[in-house]
Nanobody, 120 residues
Framework: QLQASGGGLVQPGGSLRLSCAAS????????IAWFRQAPGKERERVSC???????YYADSVKGRFTMSTDNDKLTVYLQMNSLKFEDTAVYYC????????????????RGQGTQVTVSS
């Protein structure tokens, strides 16, 4: 299973780092994605790292968000800088074999969400 953490309340322009910890398996051969869902909006993919280290970032977060993985392949991070009001959402991590997908329900493992609130 996956456990997402690190959400919280931050001011605009601030930073947060989300963590996604795997238990019961390692992330070798898995693509890991972060999705988010804001109130009244559809869930959207924010970023993804594939098994071959190919990466995807939504246009709205490019240059501000960065994914990384621990050497032990048990934890994935989402570093979020220069946060904006519109980044407010529940963030979810998800894992599926090999390749990234834009479909949340296409991931084998899906963590519970962690709330990120950007507010002054």
């Amino acid at each position: 299973q996956l456990q997402a953490s690190g959400g919280g309340l931050v001011q605009p322009g601030g930073s947060l780092r989300l963590s996604c910890a795997a238990s019961g398996f390692t992330l070798d051969y898995y693509a890991i994605a972060w999705f988010r869902q804001a109130p009244g909006k559809e869930r959207e993919r924010v970023s993804c790292i594939g098994d071959s280290d190919d990466t995807y970032y939504a246009d709205s977060v490019k240059g501000r968000f960065t994914m990384s993985t621990d050497n032990d392949k048990l934890t994935v991070y989402l570093q979020m800088n220069s946060l904006k009001f519109e980044d407010t959402a529940v963030y979810y991590c998800a894992a599926r074999p090999y390749r990234c997908s834009g479909q949340f329900w296409g991931y084998r493992y899906r963590g519970q969400g962690t709330q990120v609130t950007v507010s002054s």
